[in-house]
């Protein structure tokens, strides 16, 4: 099991970050806080995997923490998720959040995730209440990065659109932030969009 991994950040985008090691590149599926969270191109980078085994293939998953880490295991052992939508969740929810959301019982907060209905949303509640890995307190906000708005749209776009939402209910929602939003962080950016989405 390959459950660390120290390289150089070769590539990076937000659902995939490629890390080079002794040579080889490993691609490693990322949720949208880690990704907020890797390094340049270029810098080392450390990341704590998990290789999820499938009849057609090997796919590595990588986390900034092992809190993160530990909370995407235990939505795979949820039926009905997958690690896309384990990503997803973690994309749209910090850990602190989604534990506190699967404590509530809160199934509207939880369904409004793309690949999750409401019976996957309520599974989730009944399976996951009573063993959620312990959260850490949340990590610091990242610098705004400031780029150029029609780059940094397609970027949100590609994002939301991969997690599975409709490209044309993206790509109004995103005009809607990128008109009331100043920050151009991409991360806040695409949580924001989200919000618009779940509405």
Avoid at 38 to 63: C, I, N, Q
């Amino acid at each position: 099991m390959i459950t660390q991994l120290t390289g150089i950040l070769l590539e990076k985008a937000t659902a995939a970050a490629v890390v080079g090691v002794g040579g080889v590149g490993f691609e490693v599926g990322v949720s949208l806080a880690t990704y907020d969270r890797l390094p340049e191109v270029g810098h080392s980078v450390t990341l704590h995997t998990y290789l999820l085994v499938r009849e057609d293939a090997l796919a590595l998953y990588g986390f900034h923490d092992q809190a993160e880490r530990a909370f995407f295991i235990r939505l795979l052992s949820v039926s009905g998720v997958g690690a896309r939508t384990a990503l997803a969740l973690l994309s749209s929810f910090s850990p602190s959040d989604l534990a506190q959301t699967i404590v509530a019982g809160d199934s509207r907060r939880l369904s409004g995730v793309p690949g999750i209905g409401k019976k996957t949303a309520e599974r989730i509640i009944v399976e996951l209440r009573d063993k959620l890995p312990a959260i850490p307190p949340p990590p610091p906000t990242s610098p705004t990065v400031t780029d150029g708005d029609a780059l940094l749209k397609q970027d949100v776009i590609s994002a939301l659109v991969n997690f599975g939402w409709a490209s044309s209910l993206v790509e109004r929602a995103v005009a809607q932030t990128f008109a009331e939003e100043t920050s151009r962080d991409l991360s806040h950016l695409i949580k924001q969009t989200m919000k618009r989405l779940y509405r």
